[in-house]
């Protein structure tokens, strides 16, 4: 048994406790207990492992409910751009040049970049696929880290860069294999869906396929909406509906429907979406930094939308740091309602966890620290200049600490990080392995010159 003592414990529970000191214990994968206060001789005693978390928030891993992993080997490029032009100029040549080995490392690093800042669960959109081997290559990272990984294997059969274009008979069958290869490994930490990249990409025909066979299935959807304007316009002049209209009248919004930015959306759209319980993620800043727009977060968390949090793909975040997310989301929608009360850290902490539990498909299992559920924990440490004196635990971690500080990670009691060290794989070797890919790789899609 482990045994996690003298922390602060934010829960996330139905009733939002935190317990200034508490401890928990884990067997297994799962939580066995989590209480106030001191642990009592006997507890102590059956302990193989302690862990003094004495000047540490204990909380629950934070779920990225989307990005983009081979974007790790993009990030910077393109800087200053709109989407459009950041994806023609940058993201496609780049990644339609990218190999199997450039796409282990991208993954590797991305999801150790994840690990550090504190997400124990990564969805992950994975829509290259140069060879027909790449997309177990990120599932294999996945097994690698040891981090609960979902991926939303995306797809495009029209309106797209030729390398990434595939017919909807090969998307079904790609998938599938897929679905069958992954679905149950690891314990079923680690599972595939379906990933269409966003409606202008995407071919009716194809788009009806697979929401018949993602029922079949039993998998879910997850897809790029409303985005911009220019992709809600495409949609409204191509279908006469706004893309969420346009998923109703296709029966393709249920609650495992995830609907990735929702910038642009209108009332009957939000109402739409709450009530066929669709789960919405928001990525504020890829859409502060490509200059998107601002997702209405407070209506739709009015209207009881499921609203996680996401850094989407490092190429337009630029990094998958979940606790910057975090304050981010505070600030974004504070100065956008003009209302300093428009969130509270206590509500971007349950988007993250709680939703994004739900918007992962493991609601039960992930999101909070309970008795019975998975042991997916990390201890942020905030003994630190940037957070002293503390007042409250929730404000202190939400708008003092950083990705950096999060000093150890667990996914079903298991350590993927201690002590800020990486467990699984040597992270000063990869990183050197990282800069000399990302050299060639430049060269081969043209975008520097020697
Ligand atoms: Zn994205």
Same mark, same amino acid.
């Given at each position: 048994?482990?045994?996690?003592?003298?922390?602060?414990?934010?829960?996330?529970?139905?009733?939002?406790?935190?317990?200034?000191?508490?401890?928990?214990?884990?067997?297994?994968?799962?939580?066995?207990?989590?209480?106030?206060?001191?642990?009592?001789?006997?507890?102590?005693?059956?302990?193989?492992?302690?862990?003094?978390?004495?000047?540490?928030?204990?909380?629950?891993?934070?779920?990225?409910?989307?990005?983009?992993?081979?974007?790790?080997?993009?990030?910077?490029?393109?800087?200053?751009?709109?989407?459009?032009?950041?994806?023609?100029?940058?993201?496609?040549?780049?990644?339609?040049?990218?190999?199997?080995?450039?796409?282990?490392?991208?993954?590797?690093?991305?999801?150790?970049?994840?690990?550090?800042?504190?997400?124990?669960?990564?969805?992950?959109?994975?829509?290259?696929?140069?060879?027909?081997?790449?997309?177990?290559?990120?599932?294999?990272?996945?097994?690698?880290?040891?981090?609960?990984?979902?991926?939303?294997?995306?797809?495009?059969?029209?309106?797209?860069?030729?390398?990434? $274009?595939? *017919?909807? %008979? =090969?998307? @079904?069958?790609?998938?599938?294999?897929?679905?069958?290869?992954?679905?149950? /490994?690891? &314990?079923?930490?680690?599972?595939?869906?379906?990933?269409?990249?966003?409606?202008?990409?995407?071919? $009716?025909? *194809?788009? %009806? =396929?697979? @929401?018949?066979?993602?029922?079949?299935?039993?998998?879910?959807?997850?897809? /790029?909406? &409303?985005?911009?304007?220019?992709?809600?316009?495409?949609?409204?002049?191509?279908?006469?509906?706004?893309?969420?209209?346009?998923?109703?009248?296709?029966?393709?919004?249920?609650?495992?429907?995830?609907?990735?930015?929702?910038?642009?959306?209108?009332?009957?759209?939000?109402?739409?979406?709450?009530?066929?319980?669709?789960?919405?993620?928001?990525?504020?800043?890829?859409?502060?930094?490509?200059?998107?727009?601002?997702?209405?977060?407070?209506?739709?968390?009015?209207?009881?939308?499921?609203?996680?949090?996401?850094?989407?793909?490092?190429?337009?975040?630029?990094?998958?740091?979940?606790?910057?997310?975090?304050?981010?989301?505070?600030?974004?929608?504070?100065?956008?309602?003009?209302?300093?009360?428009?969130?509270?850290?206590?509500?971007?902490?349950?988007?993250?966890?709680?939703?994004?539990?739900?918007?992962?498909?493991?609601?039960?299992?992930?999101?909070?620290?309970?008795?019975?559920?998975?042991?997916?924990?990390?201890?942020?440490?905030?003994?630190?200049?940037?957070?002293?004196?503390?007042?409250?635990?929730?404000?202190?971690?939400?708008?003092?600490?950083?990705?950096?500080?999060?000093?150890?990670?667990?996914?079903?009691?298991?350590?993927?990080?201690?002590?800020?060290?990486?467990?699984?794989?040597?992270?000063?070797?990869?990183?050197?392995?990282?800069?000399?890919?990302?050299?060639?790789?430049?060269?081969?899609?043209?975008?520097?010159?020697?």
């Amino acid at each position: 048994m482990i045994l996690i003592q003298n922390g602060a414990i934010i829960t996330l529970d139905d009733n939002g406790q935190i317990f200034e000191p508490g401890y928990l214990t884990i067997e297994g994968d799962r939580i066995t207990a989590v209480e106030k206060g001191f642990p009592d001789q006997k507890v102590l005693e059956s302990a193989t492992e302690t862990i003094d978390a004495s000047h540490k928030i204990v909380m629950p891993g934070l779920v990225n409910a989307h990005t983009h992993l081979f974007q790790t080997f993009l990030r910077g490029l393109g800087d200053g751009k709109p989407l459009q032009q950041w994806l023609e100029a940058y993201i496609w040549p780049f990644s339609s040049k990218m190999g199997v080995y450039e796409a282990q490392l991208a993954a590797l690093i991305g999801l150790v970049e994840n690990i550090h800042s504190g997400s124990t669960a990564v969805i992950d959109n994975q829509y290259v696929h140069n060879t027909p081997e790449m997309d177990d290559v990120f599932c294999q990272a996945a097994v690698q880290t040891g981090v609960r990984y979902l991926m939303a294997r995306g797809w495009a059969d029209r309106n797209y860069h030729p390398a990434f $274009i595939e *017919t909807g %008979e =090969k998307i @079904i069958e790609r998938v599938g294999s897929l679905i069958e290869r992954w679905n149950r /490994h690891e &314990s079923g930490r680690i599972r595939v869906e379906f990933g269409p990249l966003s409606q202008p990409r995407c071919s $009716i025909d *194809t788009f %009806e =396929k697979m @929401i018949r066979f993602a029922r079949q299935w039993n998998v879910g959807i997850h897809m /790029h909406t &409303s985005e911009t304007t220019i992709q809600t316009n495409q949609c409204i002049d191509e279908t006469g509906l706004r893309t969420i209209e346009w998923l109703e009248s296709l029966n393709c919004l249920d609650e495992n429907t995830r609907l990735v930015h929702c910038v642009w959306l209108s009332d009957y759209e939000i109402e739409l979406i709450s009530k066929r319980r669709a789960k919405v993620i928001h990525c504020p800043v890829s859409n502060m930094i490509l200059a998107s727009g601002t997702a209405r977060v407070p209506d739709m968390l009015k209207q009881g939308v499921s609203v996680a949090l996401a850094t989407d793909g490092p190429g337009s975040n630029n990094n998958q740091d979940m606790i910057e997310t975090l304050k981010t989301t505070l600030l974004l929608h504070k100065i956008t309602a003009m209302d300093a009360m428009a969130l509270t850290p206590e509500t971007v902490l349950w988007m993250a966890c709680r939703n994004g539990a739900e918007a992962f498909g493991l609601p039960g299992q992930i999101g909070s620290l309970e008795k019975g559920k998975k042991a997916d924990v990390i201890l942020v440490d905030s003994f630190s200049s940037f957070a002293y004196p503390i007042h409250r635990v929730a404000t202190t971690l939400t708008y003092n600490l950083h990705g950096s500080d999060v000093d150890t990670v667990m996914v079903g009691g298991q350590f993927l990080m201690k002590n800020k060290k990486i467990t699984m794989l040597d992270e000063a070797y990869l990183l050197e392995e990282c800069e000399q890919a990302r050299k060639s790789l430049l060269k081969r899609a043209g975008l520097v010159s020697s």
